[in-house]
Every structure is written in C-alpha cells, then in structure tokens.
T-cell receptor, first 114, second 111 residues
Framework: TQLLEQSPQFLSIQEGENLTVYCNSSSVFSSLQWYRQEPGEGPVLLVTVVTGGEVKKLKRLTFQFGDARKDSSLHITAAQPGDTGLYLCAGLMNYGGSQGNLIFGKGTKLSVKP | DAGVIQSPRHEVTEMGQEVTLRCKPISGHNSLFWYRQTMMRGLELLIYFNNNVPIDDSGMPEDRFSAKMPNASFSTLKIQPSEPRDSAVYFC?????????FGPGTRLTVL
C-alpha cells in the first residue's frame, strides 16, 4: 500500500498551459516537500510546507498544504519545456519528537512540449 | 560545496557478484539515507543513519544487502550476491534540518 498517492502519474501538455498535480494520504505529516527530478540526476528539493493551509509560491509554481496536513497540490502556471521532469512529493513523519525519514510518492512525470 | 558524491555512477555486473556502492555526504550533515528507485516501485528508503548510527533498516530487502557508515564522511551499500532484480538506480542523500540533498545516483545493472 502506497502511503502517499500522487496523481496523475503522467501528464503531457503544451507550452503555456496550466496544470495541477496532487499528493494525497490518509496519514498526517509534520511537513511535506516537493522535489523535481530530471533524467540521470537525483531529486532536487523545491519547497517545504509545514503549516496546515500554507501556500508557497516559487515563480510560476504554487504549492499548497491541506488544512489537515494530509494532502498537497502543486500548480504550475504557463508551463514551459524547462518544467519537464518527475515531480515527487514526500511527507515527513516525526517519531517521538525526533525527525524521521521522508515517505515518497511515486511521482508525476510531466512533459511540456514546445 | 561539491554536494553529495556517489561512486560509481554506473555499474554493470553479473549475477552472483559482489557490488559496493559508495557515498560521501555533505560535510556537517548528520543524517544519511540510502534509496533505491525503480519504475515499478518508485523511490524506496533502504536504510538511514543519524550520527553514523543505523536508525531504520527495515527497507533493506534481505540479508544480501548491508550498509555501513564508519565515519561522518563515508558510507557504503553492499549487495552480496547480486541478482538481476537488484537492477535499479541507488541514491544516497544527506540532510541538514528539513533540507535533504540527493547524490546523482548509481545506475546498477545486474545481468
């Protein structure tokens, strides 16, 4: 059973379109992160959200953490070919007050065509 | 800073052979993680260390896998004997606070 479900799995769009990808769980996380991974490289952290309902913007990317801290979304405005990659969400669960490990979703593979 | 360094970047070996993957974390980071990534299963945590001590190895598939961190600047993941189903990209990551940095990965192919 996958703890973090990401949807859609694959997304192919034209340059200039908007898109939203989702990350859902039945578990509560102390924080949630989004990463982007390009072929042949490791994932790179984009953002960390900590507070329920929090919204963070990174240029054309908008990240939202659900009020109950169980889900998150990533919205990209006017997508560009440079946005192409695998987008991974990861939830952090604390154990007894100490930081635990990240639980990763399987990712959304985004392709933006010029 | 050079970031997390992994070697080798690519490894092709035959079934039954021993494979050793190496990782140098970012200096000053006290947590180190080993992950495996495949199309089918995504990114899976194998083991992680805090201050060189293994904290959670529940993700290690079986006894053929072992990991060590003899000091704060070096870790190894060993597979002995290797099997074709071990073929995957193996990532090492180190963390400071909430920010986790991944290495470039080792692409392992077991024939």
């Amino acid at each position: 059973t996958q703890l973090l479900e990401q949807s859609p799995q694959f997304l192919s769009i034209q340059e200039g379109e908007n898109l939203t990808v989702y990350c859902n769980s039945s578990s509560v996380f102390s924080s949630l992160q989004w990463y982007r991974q390009e072929p042949g490289e490791g994932p790179v952290l984009l953002v960390t959200v900590v507070t329920g309902g929090e919204v963070k913007k990174l240029k054309r990317l908008t990240f939202q953490f659900g009020d109950a801290r169980k889900d998150s979304s990533l919205h990209i405005t006017a997508a560009q070919p440079g946005d192409t990659g695998l987008y991974l969400c990861a939830g952090l669960m604390n154990y007894g007050g100490s930081q635990g490990n990240l639980i990763f979703g399987k990712g959304t593979k985004l392709s933006v065509k010029p | 800073d050079a970031g997390v360094i992994q070697s080798p970047r690519h490894e092709v070996t035959e079934m039954g052979q021993e494979v050793t993957l190496r990782c140098k974390p970012i200096s000053g980071h006290n947590s180190l993680f080993w992950y495996r990534q495949t199309m089918m299963r995504g990114l899976e945590l194998l083991i992680y260390f805090n201050n060189n001590v293994p904290i959670d190895d529940s993700g290690m598939p079986e006894d053929r896998f072992s990991a060590k961190m003899p000091n704060a600047s070096f870790s190894t993941l060993k597979i002995q004997p290797s099997e074709p189903r071990d073929s995957a990209v193996y990532f090492c990551a180190s963390r400071s606070g909430l920010t986790q940095y991944f290495g470039p990965g080792t692409r392992l192919t077991v024939l």
